[in-house]
């Protein structure tokens, strides 16, 4: 069963994703919080697999509750998932940042949640290649000019050009058809990059892959 705690201080918001959630076989909805500072209590408490975080919230904001689970070593496994009303809150890069796994607006369909929730869990970003243009090419483009990152030397000259296409919002599929390779190789290529920069998960790896200028916004087109 994949374990969800639900973070939004809208009750009618926590029930109609848990009503949808609960339906389904695999899936738990273990607790709800309608603030950040409960949101953390809880996550330590129950150690989900997926928490649904709103940016929003009374006490503390989602923001800063998502920073100190990515941050808690022993909630390693726990992978956030940040809710929002538009798709380029102002928010949503620096919760990315913090190490949110990704992100979904509000309005989302209810299949496409159940997907996400099922993706996450799985260790798949749930940056979809349309979105990660749109969100990282604004936010990149207000950020300071990057700096040399010193991690990215641990990268063979293969692994630098396979982050660079995650930045640019590639799927594992469309980077295996561009380099020529199965799609289990890239698999790999990802997997030992996110590995080698010590990233969490993919999402992270978009966010490193700009912000060390390995992948500039006009280079998305």
Known sequence: MIRVLLADDQLL?????????????????????????AA???????VP???????????QDGLAATRLISGDPALAGVKVVVLTTFELDEYVFEALRAGAAGFLVKDTEPAELVRAVRAVHGGDGLLSPGV????????????KEPE?????????????????LVGLGLSNDEIAGRLVVSPLT???????????????????????????????PGWLG
């Open 40 to 46: 953390v209590r809880l996550a330590r408490e129950q």
């Open 13 to 37: 918001v926590r029930a109609g994703f848990r009503s949808l959630l609960d339906a389904q076989p695999d899936i738990t909805v273990v607790a709800e919080a309608d603030d950040g500072l």
């Open 148 to 164: 040399p990152s010193a991690p990215l030397e641990r990268l063979t000259d293969r692994e630098r050009e396979v982050v660079a």
């Open 49 to 59: 697999d997926v928490v649904l975080m709103d940016i929003r919230m009374p006490e």
């Open 186 to 216: 890239a698999k790999t290529h990802v997997s030992r990059a996110m590995v080698k920069l010590g990233a969490r998960d993919r999402a992270q790896l978009v966010v490193l892959a700009y912000e060390s200028g390995l992948v500039r």
């Open 132 to 143: 990660t243009r749109r969100l990282i090419a604004e936010f990149a483009a207000r950020s």
